[in-house]
């Protein structure tokens, strides 16, 4: 049965592609993007307007405040995802993007978790319940969304190579999903028994598993030291060598984006830079207010 339904799907496929238009639509998508990447240099495409751009210059406010709070209580964090491949590329915000990343070591994360749901709420901003996966901050009635994400490392001279970290990853991931509810005591032994001891010398850096597995690595030299970018006009912290941190993730990141650019649009059912306008919130005003919380 299962080789005859096999034949069939293999004998229809051409037919459906050939009545959905498929190729047609795939051979005009290819001609697009081959002339926005050979034609257009990414990095002089206009800037978002309307509701989006409010929403973008609101999140430069909620990055402003919240990388304030954590410079004053000492808590090192830098750019991360699409936050850094718009300061960097665009020195802002990427022209279609709607919310924000930045990144922290692990023993930055968990100080963050102490200090930050205090501090946020002088500013009325919002923030999830602990968990070693995200930290997500947001002032969700103007549809303003912050993540700050943990970095772990491992001791460099305990993997094999890039495929070997990524197996002790992916095995990790799968234990962490069915065991995410012991204490952190226990997950911390499993961790390091499934993809070894952290190390503070030879150190190999990688996205939180908890979060998700990606597979890709970091040489400490990539990161460390930080330096300071410019983003939407406020300067804040970017891993050391942004082009190599910025390959490894995306690989050619002067590129135009393959699929969705609004990776937030539909949250519950709507688009979240039109928050503001179903809240009744006039958000120049709204921006206004935010550029005046000062941390002490």
């Not at 050939?18 to 926005?36: F, M, N, Q, S």
């Not at 930050?116 to 009325?124: A, F, G, M, Q, V």
Request: proline share 4%.
């Amino acid at each position: 049965m299962k080789k005859l339904l096999r034949f069939i799907i293999e004998k229809l496929r051409p037919i459906i592609r050939e009545i959905a238009g498929w190729d047609e639509l795939k051979e005009e998508t290819a001609t697009i993007r081959y002339v926005l990447d050979n034609y257009i240099d990414i990095r002089e495409f206009p800037k978002a307007t309307g509701v989006l751009r409010q929403c973008q210059l609101g999140d430069a406010e909620l990055l402003r405040i919240v990388c304030e709070i954590l410079t004053k209580n000492n808590i090192q964090y830098w750019l991360g995802y699409g936050t850094l491949l718009g300061a960097v590329r665009h020195k802002g915000f990427i022209p279609w993007d709607d919310d924000l990343d930045i990144c922290m070591t692990r023993d930055n994360y968990n100080k963050a978790w102490e200090v930050l749901p205090e501090e946020l709420k002088k500013y009325d901003i919002n923030n999830n319940e602990p968990n070693p996966q995200r930290i997500a901050i947001s002032i969700w009635k103007a549809g303003l969304i912050l993540d700050i994400f943990p970095v772990d490392n491992v001791d460099v001279r305990t993997v094999k190579d890039l495929n070997d970290l990524k197996s002790r990853l992916i095995k990790y991931r799968s234990y962490y999903k069915k065991h995410k509810n012991d204490t952190p005591e226990s997950l911390k032994a499993a961790k390091e028994k499934i993809i070894g001891p952290e190390s503070s010398d030879n150190p190999i850096w990688y996205h939180n598993v908890e979060f998700g597995t990606s597979g890709l690595a970091y040489d400490n030299s990539m990161i460390f030291p930080l330096k300071v970018v410019e983003f939407e006009g406020y300067e804040f912290y970017a891993p050391n060598d942004c082009h190599k941190y910025l390959t490894t993730m995306y690989g050619n990141y002067m590129s135009f984006p393959r699929n969705g650019v609004l990776h937030h649009h539909g949250c519950g059912g709507q688009n979240i830079t039109e928050n503001a306008i179903k809240k009744g919130i006039d958000m120049e005003k709204f921006i206004e207010e935010l550029k005046q919380y000062k941390v002490d």
